[in-house]
């Protein structure tokens, strides 16, 4: 099965070893145009299935989502999902994320990086893609 985000993130290296916290304090009544979280995300990682891979996240405006996993080959694979904030969380959604479907995380923009940390708190990076 394909891995989700959250196994991506427990198999890359941590990041920075500081508290992750949202950027605004009830994003539950924020807009996400004003989160800073829209736009495509990348990073690297390594895909039970697929090996070594670089992944590109699309969060759009409306809450659609879009994962798409760039293989070593050059090959991409596509994925489909949905995007939430609730609470404190970023709730990705999709068959990307097997085997429950969903991945929830701790979530932060600090200096232009996408900062995402698992229940465990490991962290992964994602750069936005120019």
Same mark, same amino acid.
């Given at each position: 099965?394909?891995?989700?985000? =959250? &196994? %991506?993130? $427990?198999?890359?290296?941590?990041?920075?070893?500081?508290?992750?916290?949202?950027?605004?304090?009830?994003? #539950?009544?924020?807009?996400?145009?004003?989160?800073?979280?829209?736009?495509?995300?990348?990073?690297?990682?390594?895909?039970?299935?697929?090996?070594?891979?670089?992944?590109?996240?699309?969060?759009?405006?409306?809450?659609?989502?879009?994962?798409? =996993? &760039? %293989?070593? $080959?050059?090959?991409?694979?596509?994925?489909?999902?949905?995007?939430?904030?609730?609470?404190?969380?970023? #709730?990705?959604?999709?068959?990307?994320?097997?085997?429950?479907?969903?991945?929830?995380?701790?979530?932060?923009?600090?200096?232009?990086?996408?900062?995402?940390?698992?229940?465990?708190?490991?962290?992964?990076?994602?750069?936005?893609?120019?």
């Amino acid at each position: 099965m394909r891995l989700g985000l =959250l &196994v %991506l993130v $427990s198999l890359l290296i941590a990041g920075c070893n500081e508290q992750s916290t949202p950027m605004v304090s009830d994003p #539950v009544d924020t807009p996400k145009a004003e989160t800073g979280l829209h736009g495509v995300w990348t990073t690297r990682g390594v895909d039970e299935t697929f090996g070594e891979v670089d992944v590109e996240m699309m969060l759009e405006e409306d809450g659609g989502l879009s994962m798409v =996993l &760039v %293989l070593s $080959s050059g090959a991409r694979r596509s994925f489909p999902g949905s995007w939430a904030l609730e609470g404190d969380e970023l #709730v990705l959604s999709g068959a990307y994320f097997s085997p429950d479907g969903e991945s929830r995380v701790r979530w932060q923009v600090k200096d232009g990086v996408l900062v995402l940390e698992d229940a465990s708190g490991r962290q992964q990076e994602w750069q936005r893609k120019k």
